[in-house]
């Protein structure tokens, strides 16, 4: 959701037919079930009491004009402050999430912004993910909607720790924005650099302004299948089932690529007021524009396939480290004992290991085999985190230098308990740009 340098190429882009298919629409729908071969690991259908706030446990609310730490006007210029009052966030008791705008007698814009708690929302390699939600857009058009500019979206799960002050390196999939009152969509990956960059930040990899009949005044669905059992991988776009939109892994080198996918991500959901986006299709708000008029939100689903090798590890086996699922700045190289190690190891790389078991008795410790030819005063941390890279870690070892690149030694660290199958990430943390770890192998110990 960030400001478009340039006015998207709109009028042959809303002619194109296939994104206009209208569902017969009703206030409210059940989650759908698992596209074949995926399951559901997340879902929201609003059944709340009326006039009730959010679960929770299921989602945060954003307040204010920014994260914490972050750019100011959440980095898209919008006017708005977000936040957790049921004036602007509620369920209806029709089985509806509202988020409405609302302009109090001063001018001042207040609005709603929630995050699903989660941050873990992933393809897995060699498989699927699909975030999905039944929406109906503000139903407003004309000059009273000049400013309006909902949203469904993800951003990659390091944003969260950061303010995102990272973007758009950490990956942003756009699902559904609309700007002043549109009958249209906007998809985008947003990635690499800002200003400019391999994604042309900031306006992104975009679908420009696609039609989309009926969308203010009935729901529709809004969904992203991010597919990495293809080659080359597929960012996938749906409105009412229909494809519209489809960005290849060429699209941009492996690295960007990697960095903007190869994580888990959380959603959101806003209604923001002002800002780039809107300025570039004739601005707004203006006096003219109209207060509370809401965005309504069926229910959000996230849907996931298993990996597409099928391999359970057992966290008690040895992990060769250039083994990993997903990574980033990492390279390979033939290593002294055998195989091969992962080498150039930095401040902020990773390594992501699918589907590993630790099974029901626990786990005491964990070993990392590791080299570094770092010079003096180079060190850092080697972390072993669950699930999503944003968690704090369950066990980590401080490194300097070990004597050179191959000079292998076996450093054990302590862990929290640890049972069942998870996402395990290796992460490494150093206060420091330059290299300072290779990797041969971790194992975990009972």
Same mark, same amino acid.
């Given at each position: 959701?960030?400001?478009?340098?340039?006015?998207?190429?709109?009028?042959?882009?809303?002619?194109?037919?296939?994104?206009?298919?209208?569902?017969?629409?009703?206030?409210?729908a059940?989650?759908?079930?698992?596209?074949?071969? /995926?399951?559901?690991?997340?879902?929201?259908?609003?059944?709340?009491?009326?006039?009730? =706030?959010?679960?929770?446990?299921?989602?945060l609310?954003?307040?204010? +004009?920014?994260?914490?730490?972050?750019?100011?006007?959440?980095?898209?210029?919008?006017?708005?402050?977000m936040?957790?009052s049921?004036?602007?966030? #509620?369920?209806?008791?029709g089985g509806?999430?509202?988020?409405?705008?609302?302009?109090?007698?001063?001018?001042?814009?207040?609005?709603?912004r929630?995050?699903?708690?989660?941050?873990?929302f992933?393809?897995?390699?060699?498989?699927? /993910?699909?975030?999905?939600?039944?929406?109906q857009?503000?139903?407003?058009?004309?000059?009273?909607?000049?400013?309006?500019w909902?949203?469904?979206w993800?951003?990659?799960?390091?944003?969260?720790p950061?303010?995102?002050?990272?973007?758009?390196?950490?990956?942003?999939?756009?699902?559904?924005?609309?700007?002043?009152?549109?009958?249209?969509?906007?998809?985008a990956?947003?990635c =690499?650099?800002?200003?400019?960059?391999?994604?042309?930040?900031?306006?992104g990899?975009?679908?420009?302004?696609?039609?989309?009949?009926?969308?203010?005044?009935?729901?529709?669905?809004?969904?992203?299948?991010?597919?990495?059992?293809?080659?080359?991988?597929?960012?996938?776009?749906?409105?009412?089932?229909?494809?519209y939109?489809?960005?290849?892994?060429?699209?941009?080198?492996? +690295?960007?690529?990697?960095?903007?996918?190869?994580?888990? *991500?959380?959603?959101i959901?806003?209604?923001? /007021? =002002?800002?780039?986006?809107?300025a570039?299709?004739?601005?707004?708000?203006?006096?003219?524009?109209?207060s509370?008029?809401?965005?309504?939100?069926d229910?959000?689903?996230? #849907?996931?396939?298993?990996?597409?090798?099928?391999?359970?590890?057992?966290?008690y086996?040895?992990?060769?480290?250039?083994?990993?699922?997903?990574?980033?700045?990492?390279?390979?190289?033939?290593?002294?004992?055998?195989?091969?190690?992962?080498? #150039?190891?930095a401040?902020?790389?990773?390594?992501?290991?699918?589907?590993?078991?630790?099974?029901?008795?626990?786990?005491?410790?964990?070993?990392?085999?590791?080299?570094?030819?770092?010079?003096?005063?180079?060190?850092g941390?080697?972390?072993?985190?669950?699930?999503?890279?944003?968690?704090?870690?369950?066990?980590? *070892?401080?490194?300097?230098?070990?004597?050179?690149?191959?000079?292998?030694?076996?450093i054990?660290?302590?862990?929290t308990?640890?049972?069942?199958?998870?996402?395990?990430?290796?992460t490494?943390?150093?206060?420091?740009s330059?290299?300072?770890?290779?990797?041969?192998?971790?194992?975990?110990?009972?």
């Amino acid at each position: 959701m960030r400001i478009p340098r340039r006015i998207l190429a709109v009028a042959s882009a809303l002619l194109v037919a296939g994104a206009s298919a209208t569902f017969a629409a009703r206030a409210e729908a059940a989650v759908p079930p698992a596209p074949t071969g /995926m399951t559901l690991t997340f879902s929201d259908d609003f059944t709340g009491t009326a006039g009730t =706030g959010l679960n929770r446990s299921n989602w945060l609310y954003s307040t204010g +004009t920014g994260y914490p730490g972050g750019a100011a006007n959440w980095g898209t210029g919008e006017i708005e402050t977000m936040t957790d009052s049921t004036a602007n966030v #509620y369920q209806d008791g029709g089985g509806n999430l509202v988020i409405k705008p609302i302009r109090d007698a001063a001018g001042n814009w207040t609005s709603g912004r929630v995050e699903t708690q989660r941050t873990d929302f992933a393809a897995p390699a060699g498989g699927k /993910m699909r975030i999905e939600s039944r929406i109906q857009q503000p139903n407003v058009t004309g000059a009273a909607a000049a400013g309006y500019w909902p949203a469904f979206w993800a951003l990659g799960d390091a944003a969260r720790p950061v303010g995102a002050t990272n973007w758009p390196s950490i990956g942003e999939l756009d699902i559904l924005e609309n700007v002043n009152g549109r009958s249209s969509v906007f998809a985008a990956l947003h990635c =690499g650099t800002n200003p400019g960059g391999p994604c042309n930040e900031t306006t992104g990899l975009t679908s420009g302004e696609r039609a989309c009949s009926g969308c203010l005044g009935s729901f529709h669905t809004y969904a992203i299948e991010y597919d990495r059992s293809v080659s080359p991988e597929q960012l996938r776009w749906y409105l009412d089932g229909v494809n519209y939109f489809t960005l290849s892994s060429t699209a941009v080198d492996a +690295t960007t690529w990697n960095n903007a996918t190869h994580h888990g *991500f959380f959603v959101i959901l806003n209604v923001a /007021m =002002g800002g780039g986006f809107p300025a570039a299709f004739g601005g707004g708000p203006t006096a003219a524009t109209q207060s509370g008029v809401p965005m309504l939100v069926d229910y959000v689903a996230v #849907y996931q396939s298993a990996t597409g090798t099928g391999t359970t590890r057992s966290a008690y086996d040895r992990i060769e480290a250039e083994s990993y699922n997903s990574s980033a700045g990492i390279q390979v190289e033939t290593c002294s004992e055998g195989g091969q190690n992962v080498s #150039y190891v930095a401040n902020g790389d990773w390594l992501q290991f699918n589907d590993v078991d630790f099974g029901t008795g626990g786990v005491k410790d964990f070993v990392g085999r590791v080299a570094s030819g770092a010079t003096t005063g180079i060190s850092g941390l080697v972390e072993v985190r669950l699930d999503s890279r944003s968690n704090a870690p369950i066990g980590a *070892f401080a490194l300097a230098g070990t004597g050179g690149w191959q000079t292998w030694q076996s450093i054990p660290a302590n862990v929290t308990a640890v049972t069942g199958k998870h996402t395990v990430y290796l992460t490494f943390t150093s206060g420091q740009s330059a290299d300072f770890v290779n990797v041969n192998w971790i194992q975990f110990r009972r």
